[in-house]
């Protein structure tokens, strides 16, 4: 089936999620969608696959314009969208949860339908069993049997958003060979949204690259890397000349730190960081990073190691006991983890001080308030409540929240969301701390950021760590080569 | 359509309006004169002091636990078990009344002390129960209140039975000492009052001056980033929980020691549940508990009487309340009939 974007715009709020992105899709191809985190990937094929409208903007199906208001309508024309997170019903058997998604008379034939989801079992080399319940089945699993699902309703078009996070690499040959076998035998067409290079190597004819809402180009593969990453993360910056700082004494040292958590496991982590540096944790999202932080924060507990914090040993420590030892945390999400919706901004204030009395002053609390949101220029009163800010606002709220005299500052995406400008004022903020011999540690999907703002980077791949690099001695496309998991 | 900003403060009323029309349909369909139903349940009261005084002695225990509610709704805490906070203080108060001799000032300082940590004990186990077992409030608080009405009637039935023999419905009349003083003829206690205004008080500094309070209602609001901003949770919930029980048992004892003057069964009679009701009619609103109370007390008061003068049935004051919290629920928020808040926007 022959499909085209045409002029596809899809704004939330100020954010340009898709501006203006025309491509047009050939049967019989594996095409391959590129760009990094928030570079608008996932909204054009959401839009696509009639899980959300575009604002403005055509899709073509064979020429002929369509409209979808459901996934299941874009499912009946043929477009089949496999998720990230496969959303089926985990309790069901796959029998209905397969019946669920087609079947819509009143009796349900399952002798037609085990044949007819057997035939497509054996035909794609897939290993699924069909009587098995949902949530017994690996994520790889569940996703043949979502792709079945594609095929027996019939889809022409599917579209893979990260396919293989969280599969295992047999399961990822048998997706790939499958995909083929649909592609190049069956005239079916593929699209392959991927921020990983050399999946999109191995498995597409052509690849579209968008960078923050824009298609900024596109390429025949294979092609060499750097085309690639050139596109995906834009020209190297020129890199503003950054005060050269004295490091102090270790703030942050950790020691063979092991952690396991239920999606992932980070292991062997040796690093050792120096008051006043600035180190960036690049990786790709998931790839250990914000375990990383929440583990030194003492949000998580290491399955072994060390997380020594200026000399003292805070592996075992809670997180309120590391917090009072003056290691911050910032979580990515303002209004879940870090704000409180209905405070104020004073009530919020009082609530991070170190030390608090009994009773409150609310005077007093108001004007250190409100000499605070001066200094951090947040627009807002001492009484406005967190979720009345813009935000831009929030974000620094939760910067102003930042107590004097820190040890260690550990970061999530510090400056997502905020424009240029803004970005830069955190960052002097942020830089004026190592004066108090503060470390600071943060992970952000901008590889410009990363590149800029570090001292030194931790690269993370699957849970790995795998290089530590000063930061002056690598190039962006360097850099994404390495996140990508490539030497 | 804008709601005003006064309008919005007296919004409360109109649930209350709601529910007053529904009992009137109600009346005109069993065949009673409303105005004079209405005029026996709310107005008759107010000119019969004994009647005023009955309804009372009602509101301060009723007070008592919506006012230690109030504070643990702020914690984000359902604290169902407020019922049997309140019995565990009855209890308390009658094991001193039924097993110490002293002065009655010294008795009476010893019950309502034991009676609040007996309600505090309570609300702790539950709050416990919570941060450590992770069993949600409100299923500890039922399982605790079941537990405390069996623990009220083996009491009553056992250990402390009357001496010409057991049965279930209570202990032996308490000591003269051991009652608190009441007020005429009837079962109204000046000194649980001025106890009822102190919480009153108490309660109004914690929850807007005192940094409990803010911990609480950051907890209440998002316990996600209260934690990430220094508040413990656990600690924060079993002491709110402990609050709560300690002013629910004072009403227990308040219950047994000018109410009764005894440990009957059934001693809360449905107070702790009756005050979730009033906290949320007061739409957590501290300046208005002890009326929204005060006009509960009115009501279950005045249809007891209407069931004397007409052949109504008492249940209606029940149903009235019932009915104002459904009210109050359905459309207690004026943004749910399309009202929009007046709200200046920084931007």
Known sequence: ?487 | MILPRWAERFWPVVPIIGALLFIIALLFLFGADPLESLNIMFLKPFENQAKMLSVMAFWVPLTLCALGLLVTFTGGLWNIGVEGQMILGSLGASWIALTVDAPAFVLIFLEIIVAMLAGALWGALTGFLKTHGKVHEIFGGLALNNLASMLSLYLIAGPWQPPEGGSFRGTPPFQEAALLPRFAESRFSPISFVLTILAIGLVFFALNNSFWGLKLKALGKNARSAFLLGVSSERETIYAMMFCGALAGLGGAVRVLSWFDSLRQNISGGIGYLAILVVMLAAYRLLLVPFISFFFSLVLNGSLTLQLKTQLHSSLGGILTGVMVLFILLFGEASKLGFRKEVEKDE
């Open chain 1, 1 to 487: 089936m022959h499909v085209e974007l045409k002029e596809i715009r899809k704004y939330f709020g100020e954010v340009k999620a898709n501006d203006n992105i025309s491509v047009s899709l050939e049967p019989g191809k594996i095409y391959g969608l590129l760009g990094e985190n928030g570079a608008g990937k996932s909204t054009l094929m959401k839009i696509l696959s009639g899980y959300q409208p575009q604002d403005s903007g055509e899709i073509l199906l064979d020429h002929k314009a369509v409209d979808f208001p459901s996934p299941a309508a874009a499912l009946g024309a043929g477009l089949g969208m496999l998720y990230q997170d496969p959303l089926d019903i985990p309790p069901f058997s796959i029998i209905d949860n397969y019946l669920l998604g087609r079947d819509n008379r009143l009796s349900l034939d399952y002798r037609t339908v085990i044949a007819e989801m057997n035939e497509i079992i054996t035909r794609y080399g897939f290993e699924a069993d069909i009587h098995a319940h949902i949530d017994t089945l690996s994520l790889g699993e569940r996703q043949q049997l979502e792709l079945v699902r594609l095929l027996a309703g019939g889809a022409q078009v599917f579209i893979l958003d990260e396919p293989t996070t969280g599969i295992s690499v047999e399961q990822k040959d048998v997706l790939f060979s499958s995909m083929r076998k649909l592609a190049h035998e069956e005239g079916k067409t593929i699209i392959l949204v991927s921020h990983k290079l050399d999946e999109v190597q191995e498995l597409c004819d052509h690849a579209f690259v968008l960078r923050r809402g824009k298609l900024v180009g596109q390429s025949t593969i294979p092609c060499p890397n750097e085309k690639l990453v050139e596109m995906m993360f834009g020209q190297v910056p020129t890199r503003r000349e950054r005060l050269p700082f004295d490091l102090g004494n270790p703030a942050l040292e950790l020691i063979n730190v092991n952690i396991s958590t239920y999606r992932l496991n980070v292991s062997n982590i040796n690093l050792q960081i120096f008051a006043g540096e600035v180190i960036g944790l690049a990786g790709l999202e998931g790839s250990g990073q914000g375990i990383l932080l929440r583990t030194i924060a003492g949000l998580i507990q290491p399955e072994s190691g060390q997380v020594v914090v200026s000399g003292q040993d805070l592996t075992k420590s809670s997180y309120h006991k590391s917090r009072n030892f003056g290691v911050a945390y910032c979580a990515a999400g303002r209004l879940e983890e870090g704000l409180v919706s209905k405070l104020s901004l004073t009530e919020h204030m009082l609530l991070a001080e170190p030390t608090h009395t009994f009773m409150i002053d609310w005077p007093a609390a108001r004007e250190r308030t409100n000499s605070r949101i001066e200094q951090y220029q947040v627009v807002g009163q001492p009484e406005s409540t967190a979720d009345q800010l813009s935000g831009g606002n929030q974000q620094r709220l939760l910067f102003a929240l930042l107590n004097p005299g820190l040890k260690v500052i550990l970061l999530e995406h510090p400056t997502r969301g905020l424009d240029v400008r803004s970005m830069d004022w955190i960052w002097e903020q942020m830089y004026a701390r190592r004066e108090d011999g503060t470390a600071l540690v943060f992970m952000s999907a901008d590889l410009d950021e990363i590149l800029e703002r570090s001292d030194r980077i931790a690269v993370f791949s699957g849970g790995v760590m795998s290089r530590v690099v000063n930061a002056s001695e690598v190039s962006v496309d360097q850099l994404g080569h390495m996140i990508g998991g490539q030497a």
